[in-house]
């Protein structure tokens, strides 16, 4: 496994653009997603914030991923949300904290009109 010097990644991340979408009608539902992968060889405990435009943040999510491993987290899942519902429809950001560096991707499914649109784009980190 990689060294903490060689580690590809960042601690903190921001998804500012998060929306979750309707299942919708079409075989492939409507989803999100955050992917991470964790480079290093210690697991990655990460604290999930959601923030809202109109209401105060939420911080009870707390996820794992293995050391050397990927895992895709999907929003509308409650056990991936550890129990919080994120509304459908409604913009909000997540910011992500690991004690450990990841890499950080956000997807999107949408489904909901005829012609459906797949969105990915990586995290802002510093």
């Not at 210690?42 to 050397?68: M, Q």
């Not at 129990?83 to 909000?92: I, L």
């Not at 992500?96 to 802002?124: E, W």
């Amino acid at each position: 496994m990689n060294s903490m010097y060689n580690v590809i990644g960042k601690k903190y991340w921001i998804l500012p653009d998060c929306e979750l979408p309707q299942p919708g009608d079409s075989v492939a539902k409507g989803h999100e997603s955050v992917i991470i992968v964790n480079d290093s060889d210690v697991d990655a405990e990460i604290n999930v914030k959601v923030f809202f435009t109109d209401k105060d943040a939420y911080e009870d999510i707390k996820w794992t991923v293995k050391a050397g491993r990927v895992r895709c987290f999907r929003t509308n899942n409650l056990e991936d949300m550890c129990g919080f519902e994120v509304p459908f429809d409604t913009q909000y950001a997540l910011k992500l904290t690991s004690n450990t560096p990841i890499v950080v991707q956000y997807g999107r499914l949408n489904t909901t009109q005829a012609n459906m649109a797949f969105y990915t784009t990586m995290g802002y980190t510093e």
